[in-house]
Each structure stands twice: as C-alpha cells, then as structure tokens.
C-alpha cells in the first residue's frame, strides 16, 4: 500500500517538474538571449547552461527537487517545531498575533520584508526556535586544513570534522536557560548576551545555517 502511494506521489512531483519546466521553455524570454537578465529565475538559469555542461532533462529535475526539499522542507520542519512551542505558551503566542497583527496595515493580506523589519519579537521567536530545535543538528563534513588543538584535543591536519550544532545551540556557556523557550534572550531591550548575536556574524554560539563560504545562502 505504501510502496503504491509513494509511486504515485513520485509520478505528481515527475508531473509538476515537468509542467514547470515546458513552461519556461514555452516563454520566449527562456528561449531567447535576455536583454534584461533580471528577468531570469534559477530555472532560466539552469536551462540555459545545459547543453553546455551536458545536463540532460533528468539532471535538471533533480537539482530543482533538490533546492525544493533543501529550501523548503527545512523551512517548514523549523516553522513545525516554533509552532509547537508557542502552543504550549499561550502568552507568547497573544504577544507575537498582537505585534504581527499591529505591523500590518489593515486590509493587507501578504507580509512583506519591510513589515518584518517591524517585528522584533517575530524575529526572535524564530531565531529561538532554530537554536533549539536546528533543522541540521550536525553541519556538512568539514576538513581540517591544519593542526589545531579544541579544548586539549589534537586534531591531525585532514581530518573529517562535524560540527555540533544542536550542542552549540545548548552550551550553558554562552546561553542562560538553555532548555527553556526563551525568545526575550534576542531582544535588544533585554539586558542578555544574547541580544546582538547574528547568524551572519561571527558568533560561534549560533550556527544554524553554519559558517564561511558554505554557509546556507538564506543565512
């Protein structure tokens, strides 16, 4: 039974990508030299650098399943597990309806960036939930590219390196409750270390989208 449910998902996601993609070639403005490249969108892109490094129709479809799971998906599962602690907290969830509710113009249905830019509490409720709840509880494989010492351990030159973000995000060193939902650690008004840090900065203690040249794009 579910080998026939997941076929037949298989064949509407092979669907779905296929209408997405005969869509774009349809457009004359995939089809032909773009004036105004600001036009293009990522499956321009891809369509337009095939034949020159070989991609065939399934390769394409594989690297847009992979940016759907890995942009979406991740989002959602970090939605899923904010969600669930707000439920749990009645009043935290009242405070953040009323900010999001007092930052949106009556009559608006969509919440753009700028209206986010409003909504301190919003964005500390999320940067709470990823550092409790990390999509990735284990960053991509890294290589050393020296010898180095942490914390007394030696670490050879060429070793594989995970690093432990779900731990990171849990040290008592640099948090203060570590278990608890708390999203007041990120306010500016709080007096908590935990105030300034920013994923796009350099605090080590917060690492969800990871560091460096691999960091995640949203990050």
């Known amino acids: 039974m579910m080998c026939l449910k997941a076929e037949r998902l298989k064949k509407r996601w092979d669907e779905l990508l296929e209408e997405l993609i005969n869509d774009h070639e349809n457009d004359d403005h995939s089809c032909n030299l773009i004036s105004d490249q600001n036009d293009e969108d990522f499956v321009d892109i891809l369509l337009s650098v095939r034949q020159e490094y070989g991609f065939t129709r399934e390769h394409v479809k594989a690297i ?59 964005r500390a409720v999320i940067k709470e939930g990823i550092r409790l709840h ?7 494989p890294h290589i050393s ?25 849990r040290d008592p060193r640099f948090w203060e409750d570590v278990e608890e939902f708390v999203p007041e ?35």
């Not at 990390?134 to 991509?140: E, N």
């Not at 990120?186 to 917060?206: G, H, L, P, W």
């Open 145 to 169: 590219m020296d010898d180095c010492n942490i914390d007394g351990y030696m670490i050879p030159s060429g070793t594989r390196v995970l690093v432990n973000v779900w731990a990171i995000g």
């Open 134 to 140: 990390p999509v990735a509880p284990v960053l991509a």
């Open 64 to 122: 847009l399943q992979d940016v759907f799971f890995g942009g979406i998906d991740t989002s959602a599962l970090v939605l899923e597990f904010t969600i669930a602690e707000l439920m749990q907290r009645p009043r935290m969830l009242k405070k953040l309806q009323d900010e999001v509710r007092a930052c949106i113009p009556k009559g608006q249905k969509i919440v753009s960036e700028v209206d986010i830019n409003n909504m301190a509490y919003l």
């Open 185 to 219: 650690r990120f306010i500016d008004s709080m007096s908590s270390a935990a105030a300034n840090v920013n994923f796009t900065e350099n605090d080590y203690q917060y690492l969800p989208f990871g560091y460096g040249r691999r960091i995640v794009p949203l990050g």
